[in-house]
């Protein structure tokens, strides 16, 4: 944001609600806080008198609400407002003594005529760059970024580009100009994650950070056509959120007065809205949920669905198989799997909709298929057929296939309830019971959320409560403060749930809607209450950013909204340090350098992961595999102690043991052992302030459709393509014709023809390919045809003659 911005944002925040304050640094995203670092301090509200900060820290300007802070020691160091009525909060700041000074600044180029970007990459110091450069909209760098991309270049820096799920890597084949590198990429949407990586080179003893950034083919917001309308929420709601699961820049905002869409993480943004007449006054602003999908925006309003598009705004219904009106829910993907083992030649599905009797999928292009009714799934789970059985909603869950029915059944409807749990697999098209069971108010209403995990978890919410089911349903309860407290809306001013965050590393956020936040962890019972960070009045949202950072999403009541950096990291630990929490364990380590590994037949996969952790503590590393049971694993584990401390280390081998040799049916049995599985890695016990919680990720077993064979020596570029013909004697056909045939031979669907001696004999030698190139001989047995039934190859023997 620019010095406006924040200024009218901070006017904004503090105008009403509670007295807050806050910190922030130069550094996007709070990725360097440390002793080199300037803190900016902020209070806002009318009963400052000054900062409270330890000695070994400078401030600025102590009795200023405003100010800048330096600590010239690493550690620990309490900061707070002194006020003139009660305490305000103190904060723990963690300040780093790092050696990583410098950032990468990058900006994108986009050519459609080769579908490539171009990269432009310098180096910037937040502490001495310019406005721009902070607020992500320069257009080139500033002259001390220029010195100093410059004099690194002259130290013997160049950046690379590495790709994280297809380990690709991309230079520059240019000289630096004018302090910035250029690197070419092509345009892709199953290779978007990227990191800018540098050299191990320092200047002034500092280094540059590797730079996480997600970028795929250009993505376009829907235009605002003039005299549209506002599309929004009811009057008073809260704000209503959608993003793209594998593009998490790509969101879409509903407020209470517009609709924002954007696709940078809402540094730039455009409303959406609708043309007039399409909807009446009521229903444009009765939206009750909304969904982005590279289809469109679809909103539900009213229990009717809308799409709005680059082709304008249409109503949808009967003729897209879906039903005119009745609709209580949509669902999309919360975790993204660009890559997946799918045996079915059906695609995945987009999102679910839903009445109450009824579900459907989307599929790309606007298809929808109905997927179950209640009726039926009475059948599949032997129900009574004079109970009550409703769809509570749907939800997709961690694995990249499945999708989970929440039930509400019922046989005299007026007390209470039970909410029951199947789930349906989109490859397989099985419906499966869960062992899950929830008794509830007949009125009451649940959310779900499932976690990023190989095995089912989620959590629901109502208003006031947080439920957990971990480990595939195994382990449940009600998430409660370290006072015993369920009840959340009693430790926040009766505020009721808005807002469930989770992201990839198992950090939970619940945010109330007066803005008070809790945290905790994936697998743990726990939770804790993070200091305030925006006034009770605000409407917020929290985000993750394409670099795996939260945000705070602000909209605000002249009809704008803003973003501003929230530091989780350093909240977190600032609670724990009060609280005393440590991570049972010093490191969690592992060589899973994918979330996506193919196990062909034959071959096996050697993975390690490592623990470090005090001794007589007892830790180790819990493996944990969710699918198909087609895999075998061996384990071995080395133990060592030292100095107070264990590492245990744990080898994994994952491999097949089926026996095709003398089969009756091969591809039965290869249908049979082929399949995703999902398999997670994660220590015996961690805490909420441990960083990392688990590593997950899939293996699929079966053949890679990336994969090809061909005959070494046949190109399709060393020679000129040319097409000619050529006559097989009649003689040397296999079913002996009464004419010769006459055969075209195809260049350019065959290749260059290979050249060999008529009177040696010739074995073709088969090579295995994939995306990337060039990956074996194959060594296997094959059986060679002519396809036009020639019979008289030297290489013509039956497997008898060939084996004697």
């Keep these: 944001m620019s010095a406006r911005e924040v200024a009218v944002l901070l006017s904004w925040l503090s105008c009403c609600g509670l007295a807050v304050w806050r910190y922030s640094s130069n550094s996007p995203n709070y990725r360097i806080f440390s002793t080199r670092s300037t803190i900016k301090l902020e209070y806002e509200g009318t009963l400052f008198t000054e900062w409270s900060v330890p000695e070994i820290c400078f401030v600025l300007n102590k009795s200023s609400p405003r100010t800048e802070l330096r600590c ?17 909060e103190e904060r723990n700041l963690f300040v780093d003594s790092s050696h990583t ?21 310098w180096v910037y110091d937040p502490e001495n760059a310019d406005p721009d450069e902070l607020l992500g909209s320069a257009e080139e760098p500033s002259i001390n970024s220029i010195v100093l991309s410059t004099q690194m270049a002259t130290l013997g820096q160049k950046p690379t580009i590495h790709t994280i799920l297809k380990r690709k890597t991309y230079v520059s084949n240019e000289k630096m100009k004018k302090g910035t590198w250029h690197i070419m990429v092509p345009m892709t949407r199953d290779d978007a994650l990227k990191e800018i990586r540098g050299n191990q080179v320092t200047f002034q003893d500092c280094f540059i950070a590797d730079f996480l950034i997600v970028l795929t083919f250009p993505l376009l917001t829907i235009p605002e056509i003039p005299g549209s309308l506002p599309i929004s929420s009811p009057r008073g709601s809260q704000l209503m959120v959608s993003w793209d699961a594998c593009v998490v820049a790509s969101v879409v905002l509903v407020t209470d007065m517009e609709t924002f869409q954007t696709n940078d993480s809402f540094r730039t943004w455009t409303r959406i809205r609708v043309p007039p007449g399409s909807l009446s006054d009521a229903e444009r602003r009765s939206v009750a949920d909304v969904i982005v999908s590279r289809d469109g925006v679809f909103f539900l309003t009213n229990g009717v669905l809308y799409q709005k598009s680059f082709r304008g705004f249409l109503k949808l219904g009967r003729i897209l198989n879906l039903p005119n009106g009745g609709i209580i829910g949509i669902s999309s993907r919360k975790w993204c799997w660009v890559k997946y083992l799918s045996k079915a030649k059906e695609r995945r599905s987009n999102f679910a909709v839903w009445t109450e009797n009824e579900v459907y999928l989307e599929y790309i292009l606007l298809k929808f298929t109905r997927l179950v009714t209640t009726t039926e799934l009475k059948n599949i789970l032997n129900l009574s057929v004079t109970a009550t059985l409703t769809i509570h909603s749907v939800e997709y869950t961690g694995h990249p296939l499945e999708i989970a029915v929440f039930l509400s059944y019922c046989t005299i409807c007026t007390v209470t309830k039970k909410i029951f749990l199947v789930i349906y697999n989109e490859d397989t098209k099985q419906w499966v019971s869960q062992e899950f069971t929830l008794d509830a108010p007949i009125d009451s209403v649940f959310v779900p959320y499932f976690i990023f995990s190989a095995l089912p978890g989620l959590i629901l919410w109502n208003k006031h409560s947080i439920y957990y089911c971990y480990h595939n349903f195994t382990f449940t309860g009600i998430l409660q403060t370290p006072a015993g407290h369920g009840n959340l809306s009693m430790l926040s001013n009766d505020s009721i749930i808005h807002e469930v965050f989770i992201d990839y590393y198992g950090n939970i956020l619940i945010k109330m809607e007066n803005n008070v936040i809790f945290h905790s962890k994936i697998n743990t019972r726990d939770v804790v209450k993070l200091h305030l960070w925006t006034n009770n009045t605000t409407r917020a949202f929290i985000l993750l950013s394409t670099s795996g950072y939260t945000y705070f999403l602000y909209a605000l009541d002249n009809g704008t909204i803003q973003i501003q950096d929230y530091p989780l990291s350093l909240e977190i630990r600032s609670v724990a340090f009060t609280t005393k929490d440590k991570c049972p364990y010093m490191a969690f380590h592992n060589n899973v350098a994918r979330v996506f590994y193919f ?35 061996s384990h071995d ?60 990720f899939q293996i699929a077993v079966g053949c890679d459709d990336k994969k090809f064979i061909a005959v070494k020596g046949f190109s399709k570029k060393e020679c000129h393509h040319h097409d000619f013909s050529y006559v097989i004697e009649k003689s040397y056909l296999r079913h002996q014709p009464s004419k010769n045939l006459k055969v075209r031979y195809i260049g350019k669907k065959y290749g260059c023809p290979l050249r060999l001696d008529f009177t040696e004999k010739f074995q073709p030698v088969i090579q295995l390919f994939d995306d990337n190139g060039y990956v074996k001989d194959v060594g296997a047995n094959f059986i060679v045809w002519e396809i036009h039934g020639r019979d008289d190859y030297s290489f013509n023997n039956t497997m008898a003659q060939f084996l004697q």
Aim: aromatic letters at 14%; one cysteine or more.
């Design 637 to 696: 584990i080395s133990f060592e102690a030292a100095f107070g401390h264990c590492t245990k280390t744990l080898t994994i081998t994952f491999y097949q043991n089926v026996d095709y040799e003398g089969l009756y049916d091969y591809f039965e049995m290869q249908h049979n052992n082929t399949g995703l599985v999902m398999v997670q890695l994660r220590p015996s016990e961690y805490s909420k302030t441990c960083p990392i919680a688990q590593k997950v």
């Design 101 to 121: 000074c410098f950032l990468w600044y990058y900006r994108v180029r986009h050519f459609f005529n080769n579908l490539t970007q171009v990269i432009s990459v």
């Design 599 to 633: 196990l062909d037949k034959g071959e096996t996969l050697t993975l390690w992961t490592q623990i470090i952790y005090p001794e007589n503590t007892g830790l180790y590393v819990v493996v944990e595999s969710y699918g198909p049971k087609i895999l075998e694993e």
């Design 72 to 88: 010239s020691s690493p550690g620990v160091h309490a900061i707070k407002p002194i006020v003139t009525g009660p305490d305000e």
